[in-house]
């Protein structure tokens, strides 16, 4: 474990625990014991809302004390885990009776906290007003570009370091960066790539957005926009190049597929796709644990990070080749039609 994650998850201790306490009290960590069992079997078996007992499940497997069956399978019900050897022995030594304090007030998310087996039954939920998603209306749309804008140095800095190979000094390149907030990474893109030019492709409210952020970073005509709904329309044609950047992890693995056709479609033989996020590893498991834990009572958002051998399986399925993985804070999946 790197320090990192090793910080991460002493700072999310006390959630951890919920998380365990909350398996031994409702039987889960018994019923996974001798394993595997398919979470659609744990759901019935004790009442619980399948989306909410995934992330709890999620969050067992960040701690590493439960394993999932592989392949993964895309329905969530269908999904099969196992806890390693020992976890209900020491569980219960340890944690014993559940005897939580509960603190509601600092954060939005302590609503959970302590009472996970309540929201694991769909009796208590995330207030609407700290979590909605998809965001709805403009407000909550620029609100959400401009916080996800915050933290996009980490994908900056690893386009940068793989220019040549993403854009080998072509003469003229047209990228569509699709779900691409604010236009902040696009931006940051140009200076090094003279050819480059960039569309973000995001919904209509915001647009204001990128303009400000083309006004601010002098980025002239090679910054535009395209208005629309990548759920409801096909993704617009004519580029070489598609970027999803912290985007499909927000999105149910067949959504996540369905994005991936219609780049698939949208693009001409010989073009490329990109997909870069937070990717599932062993460092960022710690990071994963809390925003499963975050959003256990969140239903509408199923926000899961993956790992790359998925995503390269999606790109397989959809028809891309020559699938590579590129190297950098944040890596950066590229593959061909």
């Not at 870069?276 to 834990?293: D, P, V």
Request: glycine residues 10%; negative net charge; charged residues 20%.
């Amino acid at each position: 474990m790197t320090p990192r994650a090793l910080i991460s998850l002493l700072y999310n201790g006390s959630k951890a625990v919920d998380v365990l306490q909350a398996a031994l009290d409702l039987g889960i960590l018994e019923a996974l014991d001798p394993g595997p069992v398919r979470l659609g079997e744990l759901s019935d078996r004790f009442g619980l809302v399948p989306g909410r007992l995934h992330k709890l499940l999620d969050c067992l497997e960040s701690l590493g004390v439960v394993e999932p069956v592989r392949p993964r399978a895309a329905e969530v019900r269908r999904l099969e885990y196992r806890a390693v050897a020992g976890l209900l022995a020491a569980a219960a030594d340890v944690l014993g009776p559940a005897s939580i304090e509960r603190d509601r007030d600092r954060h939005p998310w302590t609503v959970l906290h302590g009472r996970l087996p309540e929201v694991l039954r769909g009796d208590v939920a995330m207030p609407a007003e700290a979590f909605d998603w998809p965001p709805s209306g403009p407000e909550q749309f620029v609100s959400f570009e401009q916080s996800m804008a915050a933290g996009i140095g980490p994908f900056v800095e690893s386009f940068r370091l793989n220019t040549t190979r993403l854009w080998g000094g072509r003469e003229r390149v047209r990228l569509l960066d699709v779900g691409g907030g604010d236009g902040t990474l696009a931006a940051h893109l140009l200076p090094a790539n003279p050819g480059l030019a960039v569309d973000v492709y995001n919904l209509p409210a915001v647009r204001s957005l990128v303009e400000r952020t083309r006004s601010a970073l002098g980025c002239g005509s090679r910054l535009g926009f395209v208005g629309g709904d990548f759920l409801a329309e096909p993704l617009p044609t004519g580029y070489d190049a598609l970027s999803f950047v912290r985007v499909l992890h927000d999105w149910p693995s067949a959504t996540a597929e369905l994005l991936l056709r219609k780049g698939f479609q949208a693009l001409a033989a010989g073009g490329t796709i990109m997909i870069s996020e937070e990717f599932r590893t062993a460092e960022r498991l710690a990071q994963q644990f809390f925003w499963s834990y975050f959003l256990i009572g969140v239903d509408s958002c199923s926000s899961m990070l993956r790992e790359l051998d998925e995503y390269a399986e999606l790109l397989g399925r959809v028809g891309f080749s020559d699938i590579v993985v590129l190297p950098g804070p944040v890596e950066i999946l590229v593959a061909t039609k």
